[in-house]
């Protein structure tokens, strides 16, 4: 006896041709909950159009939403984590098979949509799962609380390319430092109320605001015995002793802090950048802003890649370069628009030459960085190695040839391609003389190292 109407499986093999992989992620993602088939069925009935795998990886997510509320305790957590990590890999599977088969395409916008929101989603969870798995310790209850937040700023379509979901994350972010400042610290700020900085050795003025000792030092002076916040009186026998608890509050929220961050590059370095594309201008724009600092009205220094403003100026000063050695996994010249704005905005607050070395020094390292990891993948690393340091001396040699006045990105680029040429060829030397264990020498080794050393007598000519 035929139906009269075909069960809708038939209606998936007689019209999708890749239908072994589609009920295989099917298949893959339904396995943990059979229960829920029936559920399915009846979504798939409401909406024939939708593919299967689609429709099974839409409940797979509500099923992983709804576990995640109820999570009690760090080995629940640690099972829930691994079930989205397998449920993310098919997912992935299934948004690379959407990318390429184009005739997807053709249909109404309903299954476009759809699989954007499966990866919203999908990322929603995943950003939440990182945020636990930096978060949470062992001997602590799970920061279910701030998961609960961290849910709502996000919202149920973010998008880390585009600024607002990266701007909601920012002020989430912010917003937990500075509560956790107030529960961690008894003035509510880690900040020294005379320079701005974090405060390192806090002592507290009878008035409760905080400042760091040495800075208190030089503020405190006969006819100027006042707090530098409210300008209350301070007694002439206040002895200026580092408060202990207020230390030890400080290295806590600090390592709070710290955490924060380590979260906060691993989203920018799995979202932002993922699919290997750069975000928007805009996050771009706001990414860089977080490297450079304004101390005072003329002058800026560099800080650590970091969305707290109150991130202390580094000392050494050395810049984690974390931002520009991701935007140079892409095209130079892509990069290169951005960081020509990156150091127009750093050299118009720039008050010491030492300042705009650092700058570019930063630049620098990481161009030869990128250049060196470009021959990573390619089998026979070594020999590509000292073919690319050939070619970027060559063109280092036909630049410095050309005599009109260079733009300063040219100038770095032409450094960073002589120091990656000569770096290579000084190691070069150095395994001819000390050979390792594996050290070959075939034909193709040979001409790729005596192009090199003919390239760096012509740098040097």
């Known amino acids: ?29 339904m396995e943990p909950w059979p229960d829920q088939l029936p559920t399915l069925e009846t979504a798939l ?56 088969n184009s005739s997807e395409r053709r249909k109404e916008g309903h299954m476009q949509q759809s699989v954007h929101i499966g990866r919203c989603n999908l990322a929603r969870l995943r950003v939440v799962k990182l945020y636990l798995d930096h978060l949470s310790s062992a001997d602590q209850p799970l920061p279910m609380e701030l998961v609960e937040k961290l849910w ?15 701007k909601k994350l920012e002020l989430f972010l912010v917003t937990q430092s500075k509560l956790a400042a107030g529960k961690h610290f008894a003035t509510g700020t880690t900040e020294c109320c005379i320079c701005g900085d974090d405060l390192s050795q806090p002592v507290i003025l009878p008035c409760r605001h905080a400042c760091d000792q040495g800075c208190l030092k030089t503020w405190l002076r006969p006819g100027r015995r006042t707090c530098p916040k409210c300008r209350r009186h301070v007694p002439e026998d206040f002895q200026l002793e580092v408060s202990v608890p207020s230390e030890g509050a400080l ?22 950048f993922a ?21 005072d009205a003329n002058r800026a220094r560099t800080k650590g890649f970091s969305p707290f403003q109150e991130e202390c100026v580094d000392q050494t000063p050395i810049v984690r370069s ?16 951005h960081l020509e704005a990156y150091f127009e905005g750093a050299q118009g607050f720039t008050g010491s030459e030492e300042d705009a070395v650092e700058v570019c020094i930063i630049f620098v390292q990481c161009m030869e ?43 770095l680029e032409m ?47």
């Open 415 to 461: 450094i960073a391609s002589v120091r990656f040429g000569l770096s290579t060829a000084c190691d070069v030397m150095h395994r001819q003389v000390n050979p390792p264990a594996d050290h070959v020498i075939n034909e193709h080794n040979h001409r790729a190292v005596r192009r090199l050393f003919e390239n760096v007598k012509r740098l040097f000519a």
């Open 152 to 166: 709502k700023y996000l919202g149920d379509e973010p998008d880390f390319k585009t600024k607002p979901t990266m």
């Open 45 to 100: 009935r409401n909406r024939p159009n939708m593919r299967i795998d689609v429709a099974a990886l839409h409940l797979a997510l509500e099923t992983l939403t709804e576990a995640l509320w109820k999570l009690g305790s760090h080995d629940e957590k640690q099972r829930w984590g691994s079930m989205l990590q397998s449920v993310g890999s098919v997912a992935d599977e299934l948004f690379a098979s959407y990318k390429r």
């Open 275 to 295: 699919d290997d594309t750069p975000p928007h201008q805009e996050v771009i724009n706001m990414l860089l802003g977080f490297i450079v600092r304004k101390v």
């Open 369 to 411: 960085n990128a250049l060196s990891s470009r021959v990573d993948h390619l089998p026979e690393r070594r020999v590509h190695l000292i073919e690319e340091a050939a070619d970027q001396l060559e063109k280092a040699t036909q630049q410095c040839n050309t005599r009109q006045d260079k733009p300063l990105m040219l100038q």
């Open 251 to 272: 290295k806590e929220h600090k390592a709070f802090r710290r955490l924060s961050n380590a979260f906060f590059m691993e989203v920018v370095t799995m979202f932002c």
């Open 322 to 337: 974390f931002l520009l050695q991701l935007l140079l996994r892409y095209r130079v010249g892509d990069v290169c628009k």
């Open 1 to 29: 006896e035929i139906p009269l109407l075909p069960h809708v499986t038939d209606v998936h093999v007689a019209l999708d041709d890749g239908v072994r992989g589609c009920f295989s992620r099917f298949s893959q993602l």
